[in-house]
């Protein structure tokens, strides 16, 4: 990743793309047995029989996952990223031998009202696998600051 | 938990109530480690100096504890809780030593209108730990199937 941005790095329209994370049948029963303990993300033969039609990630597994992709490859916000909220949404369920990979796009940069020293970042983050399919959309609300030195009661 | 609840057993305003799960340092760093690598998550003294001012949970660690105790204590939905989305938020940290506890109302009920056998029912979904601080809202969208023998062309 490059250099930690502030604030006054970002602006909208700015893409920043991630690594890829493999899924296994593994990761996604052991995500689910500690996290979401539901048989379509545990057992093979009930997913088939289930609203899914085979085995699925969990919906926060998928969000815990891009979470990774966002923190190690993608967005190199300076201090770190630290969500306020956001919405998501899962269009397709993430199935054992997907390849994830992320994509954000600075959607909206607000600074704050009280506190010169930050703003609002939205940040539009899409989970796609291997054949491009949307599997996570995630509007995501970050806190971001200031470079130290820009900040103060005037700016 | 009671009975399978289908989408017509459920009504605007019902309210439902989870378990206890009690939130520790080894939990925090566990998930962490795996999908949220970031000082604040990881380390005691580089979470002291950061925005967090000491150790805290991931909000995504949040969410999967979420789902844990929505699943295991709170919403008894037939076929399981299968989210299509939401809008979420966290406005406070959550800490070692927080016990948490998740409350559920139905806000809104609504059938397909494309598929007679389902419908969308939206829950407000709170995480509150021991003092009563909300650590998460989250606004999910389930989808939720009606009794079989009531589903029909003209259900």
Redesign the interface.
Known sequence: MQDPLYFEDLAVGQCFASDTHNVDTDQIKA?AA???????HLDEEAAAR??FGGLAA????V???T??LL??STLPIA????????????PRPTRPGDVLRVTAEVLEIRPSRSKPDRGIVTVQVATLNQDGDVLQ?LTARL?V?RRPDTAGPGA
């Open positions: 995500f500690e996290f979401d303990p539901q048989p379509f289930s609203f969990s919906g926060w597994h969000a815990a996952l979470m990774r923190v190690t201090g770190g990223i630290i969500g306020a909220g956001g919405d998501l949404s899962w959309a806190l600051f």
